[in-house]
């Protein structure tokens, strides 16, 4: 999913300058990619038998790797658009499906490894600016996608065998048991962050209905009757909302056009290196952010990673040196999935309805509407949409910033981690991402 969904950043360039690609096009097979990625997720939602399905999960994979491999095929810019949203649909199933098995398969496992399991993202990344790193001195555009469709199709077999979430196991009355996954109102569906939410983020929404009470008790997984949530917190997830929606809309944007942006003012190599360390920054990020979540407010956490990639997309607009550009990849690499761990744990918190489901939506409406958004500014270059989404993304920070010191660090205080393989591991929702795992040692490229 990492590869399929954005190894087209870093071959932006290469289809400027060999293939006849303009910015404003490029910016609507950005849009096109995003708008599939939330029909894929949609489609989690409006039918969760879906994502047990195995054959569903092959074919995401293969339809994928074939959307990499049809691109050099053509110079239409239909035909373009119409492979990226097919792209899109196909990397949110594949990303739905898998966290699906994670939640399922990995509950008595060390609350760890799905942590470690988002960060095949960053993987994706980092693997995909290795890949037009190596291309691009010896080959051209449609190289550089074939080899993509290559590496796709290597881990689609790697990834074959994958085993999707179970069906739940039923009483007579057509209760799901204690211990099973899925139950009456049970949904799965898929995030952005990094990011990727980018995410660069994929969860589950019945975790948003499971909010995590300060006191460790939490609502029942999928309670689609649960009651409304105190008015309070129903003012504060509409800024949380705001924040996260904020964020699809400036984060997109540098995880689209940040390559390009560096390679006005650098060497070739630099853009795709940058695109190398934001993947190896990511690949942690979820892990460390949500070790974080244990230890500190959320809010405070949120407030700091929005800031910090604020910073991060502006460096390459202000200046062209290498050591800016590599220090803006470090930075947003490191923060575009933790943003997306922080703000669905957050709203998990709230115990808002429906909180990771409505979150999802106004990320993905965001992504969407980013490349849109600067598409009147990419005639002068990549450097002017670097500086609103940057802006865009201060905004989401403010927006953190009164959640923060409106909520006094009491409704988002650190929520303590259940117990690796005991009962409150197996009964406790997590948001997708949020499992912890300490920082300390982990080969972070940030």
Known sequence: MGVGRFVYTPIIP???????????????????????????????????????????????????????????????????????????????????????????????????????????????????????????????????????????????????????????????????????????????????????????????????TAAVRASGRARGPGDAHAGPAPRGNRRWFGVLFASYTLEGVGYIVAGTFLVAAIEQGSPGWIGSGAWVLVGLAAVPSSACWAWLGRRYSRADLLLVALAVQAVGIALPALTGSVAAALVSAALFGATFIGVSTLALAAGAQLEFPRSVALLTAGYSVGQILGPLAVTPLLHHGYHQALILASLVVLAAAAAAAA???????????????????????AQAPVPAASAAAPCAGTPSAS
């Open 14 to 208: 290469l289809m400027h300058a060999q293939a006849g690609l303009t910015s404003g096009t490029g910016a609507h097979l950005a849009t096109a990619n995003y708008v599939g990625y939330l029909a894929g997720a949609l489609t989690g939602i409006l039918a969760p038998a879906a994502v047990r399905s195995p054959a569903l999960l092959r074919a995401a994979l293969v339809v994928l790797t074939a959307s990499l491999a049809a691109m050099p095929l053509t110079h239409s810019t239909t035909t373009w658009l119409l492979l990226r949203l097919v792209a899109g649909a196909a990397s949110a199933l594949v990303f739905v499906i898998a966290v699906s098995s994670l939640h399922s398969h990995l509950r008595a496992h060390p609350a760890h490894l799905p942590g470690w399991a988002f960060g095949g993202v960053g993987a994706g990344i980092a693997l995909s600016g290795l890949l037009v790193l190596a291309v691009r001195p010896i080959a051209d555009w449609r190289a550089a996608w074939w080899s993509a469709a290559a590496l796709g199709a290597v881990l689609t077999l790697a990834a074959w065998n994958l085993r999707p979430e179970t069906a739940p196991r039923r009483n007579a009355a057509g209760a799901s048991l204690p211990g099973t996954t899925g139950g009456p109102g049970q949904r799965t569906a898929g995030v952005a962050v990094p990011g990727a939410r980018e995410a660069t983020a994929a969860v589950r929404p019945d975790l948003g």
């Open 403 to 425: 959640l923060r010191f409106g909520t006094a660090g009491t409704v988002l205080a650190p929520t303590p981690a259940p117990r690796a393989g005991g009962a409150d591991a």
